[in-house]
């Protein structure tokens, strides 16, 4: 009957959906956020993508989590504003460009070569925006880093994050930056809150949380330290910035 055959259609859609629900939950298992979504850094908007194999840095997931690191630096106190407001306008540029094809500017990658065919092979707005962006992220990188690094093996004797910071800006922006721009960040680096305050901040204000911030915050660092890898990696194959120099 017809009722017979409305309803064996509509058990086959609802079968159909219920078997690519299950397929996508199987292709995330290892792309999953922390167990615990009750962190800073246990929120989905702010997890960079997790990258599958020649696909591409998905670009609207990127820019979400470029967002979350922009607000966490506010965490940091006034001093830092100008990091964060650097780390967000060139959000915002890379944003508008994307907007003007969703679609057609899915990664990061396309986005890239749209914007250079468009500029006749040099900088626009969105790559130049991206390239400070990705400057900006490997500094945030190694800063998240080395606070981890130092939590797991001394905590009692690296509260302040004055070193910190100062090796993860040696190691990053400081061979961009010219002699001004060298002279405030020194200032930056000297008005480092201590760690026990950036903790409190990434628990939403709870104590007794530094355990489960930093055990989030490592889980972030596996997708983080890939996408800034991939990142690098193309505007130095596309000859738009140079490789950080080896140590001799």
Same mark, same amino acid.
């Given at each position: +009957? ?7 259609? $509509? ?5 159909? $959906?219920f078997c ?27 997890? %960079? ?12 997931? %990127? ?7 922009? =607000? ?29 094809d969703? @679609? ?7 986005l890239? /070569?749209?914007d ?17 962006? !990705?400057?900006?992220? &490997? %500094? ?9 690094? =130092?939590?797991?093996?001394? !905590? ?12 993860a800006y040696?190691? +990053? ?6 002699? @001004?721009?060298?002279? #405030? ?6 008005a ?17 949380? =530094?355990? @489960?911030?930093?055990? $989030? @915050?490592? &889980?972030?660092? /596996?997708? *983080?330290?890939?996408?800034? !890898?991939?990142? #690098? =990696? ?9 490789? *950080?120099?080896? !140590?001799?």
């Open positions: +009957s017809y009722q017979s055959e409305s309803l064996l259609s $509509h058990s086959n859609y609802l079968f159909a $959906h690519s629900f299950f397929c996508y939950l199987q292709a995330s298992m290892a792309c999953v956020a922390p167990a615990e979504d009750h962190t800073y850094f246990a929120k989905k908007e702010h997890l %960079f993508p997790c990258l599958e194999e020649d696909t591409g840095i998905p670009t609207e997931q %990127f820019l979400s989590a470029c967002q979350g690191l922009a =607000d966490f630096v506010g965490f940091m106190g006034a001093a830092f504003s100008p990091v964060k407001s650097d780390i967000a306008g060139n959000v915002t540029k890379v944003r508008t460009r994307w907007l003007k969703p @679609i057609g500017q899915d990664t990061l990658q396309k890239i /070569d749209s250079l065919k468009e500029n006749g092979g040099k900088l626009g707005i969105a790559t130049e925006g991206l390239l400070w962006l !990705k400057r900006g992220l &490997e %500094f945030m990188l190694l800063m998240l880093i080395n606070m981890v690094r =130092d939590f797991r093996t001394d !905590k009692a004797k690296t509260e302040s994050l004055v070193s910190v910071i100062n090796a040696e190691g +990053s922006l400081k061979r961009h930056h010219n002699f @001004i721009s060298k002279q #405030v960040f020194k200032v930056v680096i000297h480092a809150p201590y760690r026990k305050t950036i903790l409190k901040a990434v628990a939403e204000g709870r104590e007794g949380m =530094d355990e @489960i911030c930093i055990g $989030h @915050i490592e &889980e972030h660092l /596996d997708n *983080f330290k890939v996408n800034v !890898k991939t990142l #690098v =990696d193309y505007y130095v194959a596309k000859g738009l910035d140079t490789p *950080f120099p080896e !140590k001799q």
